[in-house]
């Protein structure tokens, strides 16, 4: 959710730091600041909104020169979006300024500890009680990384954290513990930040902090330990982009450029997965075949879009391997008590890596003895590094939190799981895996095909700005299609849309169709299950019967649906499971489109945070 951004080096770190939230405010927020070390004091400023607001603030008041400092753009948990309850937070001597990701879940009987102690805290936040502790703890500690460590060992929750002390120059000290942290190793400059691309511009040098993990900064270096205060290991690694491809290229919104980008990164996601003998290869997968030949049932855990790509994963799965799969809610999982073992193997999918209700679902499922393979993104993310394997998608950045090309390359990355269980287990002949994996490398092609016909589509969306209600339907995985097209609406255009499986609109939904209603009907090729186009087409029949206005996505050449489409959006033809990786696209531009003309930010929906790192 929130940006955090540290630095210190010989830069002015008040530029270093607000370019850096810049950089971060896909992530959501509601309020910034930012505190620097500055003539042996801290100076700061602080302001309710968004990043502008607090830019015009050092504008008319600037504060003064410093090369060391912290800032954050914060998403409201405890207490309003206000200036008082902005980050950073000080002591109530000002000592020391604390900026914070996550959620302290004893922070009330650690405020009325505080007050007990005479210390007046002044926001209604859980973070301001880490910068009164943290000043104790170096009033007899006189170090600020042992403070931290002394301070961590208190805090129940999760927090990513991040501090400066004025009696201690030159250094920036971080926490993690279930919420991401990043160290850029830049020279004679070191960075921290919530995501690489805070600092992407200056350093593509990057070291992940692991769990319950404290990092001290200096202008040379970083020294990781635990919460124990012991040495600990760390993660290195290069990022393998660069900031071009965090910016906008020409375009008015991430999410365009998102949209745009798919075709490359849907070609990315299959790079170096098959040799020359045909055999598929996965990313770091450390579960022995012979352990995934002795699976019995796959699970499929994820939150929000990730969650709409795994129950096409499903049918998938189940049509390669023959074995069960089932689709959880990764929030819901580990409430339900599910049965799981060591025959189990979870497959979890997060862009992030650090998506928390996905990671908490994660642990669970290895706490009863399942093997987990991760879906991510994000190199070096806290998923896959605590999973058994994972299958990196390499999408690169995607900024706009309503997510397009994850959720293409989640569904590539899908399949690819699907025909190595396949070529495992043997249930799939290598020419049958060879098959479908040609078809795979013709979706690029095809995704830039319907990119180049979107004119109507946007047409289209412009037309319906008015409405309030625009309803989905599909059936078999164009029901996971439909599910992801209202959501993108609900997400962009703040609308009422819902995703329906169409046999059940004469359980229920039916009732909702009235004159001139938007039906989006995602419409199965009439080639193979020919029996789920016809079934369809008479459901579209019905909607329009009742006055619909049906808007009909359908392959080239079906013509069944010609009659009965008011708006007819033609797709590529392509293999029934492989549609949803062309039929969402046009879905995508829809609400990109309908919610602009609504007078909506895109990138930035309200509410939102790009990577979800609370319950």
Request: net charge negative.
């Amino acid at each position: 959710m929130c940006g955090i951004v540290g630095y210190v080096g010989g830069q002015s770190a008040q530029d270093v730091v607000v370019a850096g939230l810049k950089r971060l405010e896909y992530r959501g927020y509601d309020s910034a600041g930012v505190a620097v070390l500055a003539d042996g004091g801290l100076a700061g400023a602080k302001k309710a909104g968004k990043l502008l607001n607090l830019e015009k603030e050092l504008k008319d008041r600037p504060l003064p020169a410093g090369n060391t400092g912290v800032g954050h753009t914060r998403w409201a948990t405890h207490g309003g979006p206000t200036d008082v309850n902005a980050h950073p937070h000080l002591d109530n001597a000002g000592r020391v300024a604390v900026v914070h990701n996550g959620i302290i879940e004893n922070f009330a009987a650690l405020r009325e500890e505080l007050a007990g102690r005479g210390h007046e805290l002044a926001s209604e936040t859980d973070t301001e009680v880490v910068a009164h502790l943290l000043a104790e703890a170096y009033s007899s500690a006189g170090d600020l990384a042992e403070a931290m460590r002394q301070v961590c060992r208190r805090l129940h929750g999760a927090f990513t954290l991040v501090a400066v002390h004025a009696d201690a120059p030159d250094t920036v000290v971080g926490a993690r513990r279930n919420s991401p942290l990043v160290v850029g190793v830049g020279d004679g400059e070191m960075f921290l930040a919530s995501d690489v691309a805070a600092f992407i511009a200056h350093t593509r040098d990057a070291i992940e902090l692991g769990q319950d993990q404290v990092v001290e900064l200096s202008r040379d270096g970083a020294t990781v330990t635990g919460f124990d205060g012991l040495p600990a290991d760390v993660h290195a690694y290069h990022v393998d982009w660069d900031a071009s491809a965090a910016e906008k290229g020409g375009y008015a919104s991430f999410m365009l450029k998102e949209i745009a980008d798919q075709p490359k990164a849907v070609a990315d996601t299959l790079l170096g997965r098959i040799d020359a003998s045909g055999t598929l290869h996965l990313d770091e997968v450390r579960i022995p075949p012979s352990e995934l030949r002795e699976v019995d049932k796959v699970v499929i855990i994820a939150c929000g879009t990730a969650f709409h790509a795994g129950m096409i994963a499903k049918y998938a799965i189940e049509h390669v391997t023959r074995l069960p799969c089932e689709t959880e809610l990764a929030s819901e999982f580990r409430y339900r008590d599910p049965i799981l073992d060591r025959h189990t193997l979870v497959v979890a999918i997060s862009q992030s890596g650090e998506t928390m209700d996905t990671l908490m679902a994660v642990r669970h499922a290895r706490e009863q003895g399942a093997k987990v393979l991760a879906i991510c993104n994000t190199n070096g993310s806290t998923i896959p590094r605590e999973s058994d394997a994972v299958l990196y998608t390499h999408a690169g950045p995607e900024v706009a939190v309503a997510s397009t090309k994850a959720f293409l390359t989640q569904l590539v990355a899908c399949y690819l799981v699907a025909l190595y269980l396949g070529q495992i287990r043997g249930t799939k002949w290598g020419d049958e895996i060879r098959t479908v994996v040609r078809q795979l490398s013709e979706v690029p092609r095809q995704v830039e095909q319907v990119l180049g016909t979107m004119e109507p589509v946007r047409a289209l969306a412009r037309s319906l700005a008015d409405r309030d209600t625009v309803l989905f339907v599909g059936r078999h995985v164009g029901y996971p299609v439909a599910l992801e097209g209202a959501l993108k609406l609900k997400e962009l255009a703040y609308m009422h849309a819902e995703g329906f499986a169409a046999g059940e609109l004469k359980h229920g939904p039916i009732a909702l169709i009235d004159e001139g209603l938007p039906v989006v009907v995602i419409v199965p090729s009439p080639r193979g299950r020919s029996v789920l186009h016809d079934k369809i087409v008479s459901n579209i029949q019905e909607i329009r019967a009742r006055g619909a206005r049906t808007v009909v996505i359908a392959e080239e050449g079906d013509e069944a649906v010609v009659p009965y489409a008011d708006h007819l959006i033609r797709i590529p033809a392509t293999p029934t499971l492989l549609q949803p990786l062309v039929a969402t696209v046009p879905l995508q531009v829809f609400a990109c489109e309908l919610a602009t003309a609504r007078g909506n930010e895109v990138d930035q929906p309200r509410n939102l945070a790009k990577s979800v790192t609370v319950e």
